[in-house]
Each structure stands twice: as structure tokens, then as C-alpha cells.
């Protein structure tokens, strides 16, 4: 084991931001399950509806994406 | 994949995002006008567009070729978004969004292909493209509006009590758009490609190199689906920002 233990909560804390990333998951995978529910009930609405369902998966996705961004930074930046 | 005497890979997954000027040694500096695989990259995807637009569509025939389908049903697709998204009134903003989805498309499909260069990977490239859709739709939104565009933060659904609080975040989310939007795309491509190349460096143990190479199959089938929709995602988001500047009353 070498480096210093600045290194190490680097390390540690870009993986625990990683954490956002599964939790942005859940996020996006909600959306899409409710849009998939919602479209069995009334298939000839879906088609109309696809686009709001990128819309929400998108800013679902952004606050994953931040965490990703404070991973980059810690692993990086910092 | 070659191995040094460590028994570490020779490359690192990162390897390939590294910008390089074409010409000269292999360290020079690279100035803001210095050729890199950057620009080369980026030249092809403009290339790649003419050549579909300009080439593709010259026949003007009625039963069109395949390049002129492509063409058409590209300008058909970005024409309906901004229409459903935007309203009548956006339309006249469709070159702009039709040239950013093309541009963004190109360069991530262009990327797919084996050693070559990822120029939407960059927060640098992506940047650029958000902030210019920022400061678009922030302008036109004042032109339109004048300072009725900051109605856009002033959500007069909600009771007036939490007013004040929810234009405070309304404010901040505002401003953070460039960064989502930019970012949101460099990742997904930057993280889609370093994942490609790390199933190939586990392809080099023998006992793994068979699920490994399937893998890669895999992962290669969902980045081209991530190219696309995140093309799109780009493109319906500048959408959506610009459908908040001209219609800015919640």
C-alpha cells in the first residue's frame, strides 16, 4: 500500500458518489416502469406521450449525473 | 492485447479520450487552432452531414432513394419534435435544433466506429453546444418577452406563501441546465466507451476472453441505442428550454 490519505478519501469518497448513480437509476427505471403501466392501460395514448417520457427520464437522469460529475471531480480534479 | 513485463494492461480504459495534435510530435502543445483528432473527427461528422444532405437528397426524386429517405425522414423527425414540443412558433428556430441533433448523431455514431475518436465524449464539445443553446434561448427569451420572461420563475400555481421559495429554486435550476445538458451527454458517451474498453482488457485472461468478447458485442448493441437516444435527449431538452422562452407563463 503507498500514497497518502488525501488519495485515499479521494478514492473513497468518488465511490461513494457512485452511489448516485445506482440511485439515479432507480429514478429512471421508475419513470419508465410507471410510463409502461400507464401505456398497457391506454396503448393509443402512449405514442402521444413518448416524448414527455424522455423529458422525465432526462431529469431523472441529471441528478445521477451530478453525482457522476462529483466523482470525476474527486477523481480528477481535486 | 499486449501486456508489459508487470503484467498490467498497456492501455487505460481513458487512453482513448486523450486529444492529440496530428501533425508533429507526439508532445506539442495543443493551441486552440492546432489540428487534433478532435478536429478531424468533428470535420468528418460536418463531412458526413453535407454528403447525406447535400449529396443524398440531389436527385430530389419523387420515389427517393435511401440516402434521400434517410435525409427526409431525419428533417421529418426533428420538424415534428419542434412542432409537438415547441409550438408553430418555434419553427422558425428548427435549422438551429436540426443542425445540433445532425451534428450530435454524426459524432456519436462516427465514434462507434472501431479507433476512432469520440469528439461528444468532451465536456469541452458539449459544452459549448449547451451554453449556446443557454444564452440562445435566455436571449430570445428577453427579446420575446421582455422582463415578462422572469414570470418563467415566478410559479403563479402555487400558493404565495411558497412563491418566493420555489423562484429561488426555479432560479437555481435555471442555471444549472447548461451544465445538466452538456454533461449529460459527454458522460453517457464518455462512460459507454470506457466500459467498451474495459470488457477488451478483460479479454486478454484466457478463461473470461470468451464472456468478455460477448460483452463487448453487448455493450457495442446498447451504445448505439445510447447514441441515438441520447441524440435525441439533447435535442428535445434545447426543445423544451426553448418552448420556456417563448411561452413563459406557467
Known sequence: MEGDIAQLGQFIGAGLAAIGSGAAAIGVGHVAGNFLAGALRN?????????????????????????FLVALLLMFAV | MATDES??????????????????EAGDPVHFYTITNVTLWMALAIGAITLLLVVGTRGRAIIPTRAQSIAELAYGFVYKMVEDV???????YFPYIFTLFLFIIFANFLGLIPMSFTTTSHIA????????????????GFVKNGAGFLSLFWVSSAPLALRPILAIIE??????????HSIRLAGNMMAGHAVLKVFAGFAQVGAVAPIAILGVVAIYGLEVLVSAIQAYVFTILTCVYLKDALHPHH
Open chain 1, 43 to 67: 396503448p393509443s395514448a402512449a405514442a402521444g406521450q413518448t416524448a414527455t417520457l424522455f423529458i422525465g427520464i432526462a431529469f431523472a437522469e441529471a441528478l445521477g449525473i451530478f453525482a
Open chain 2, 7 to 24: 503484467g498490467k494492461l498497456e492501455f487505460h480504459p481513458m487512453d482513448q479520450f486523450i486529444v492529440k495534435p496530428l501533425f508533429g
Open chain 2, 125 to 140: 464539445v458539449t459544452a459549448i453546444m449547451a451554453f449556446a443553446v443557454f444564452f440562445t434561448v435566455t436571449i430570445i
Open chain 2, 86 to 92: 415547441v409550438g408553430k412558433d418555434g419553427l422558425k
Open chain 2, 171 to 180: 432560479v437555481i435550476s435555471y442555471f444549472v441546465r447548461p451544465v445538466s
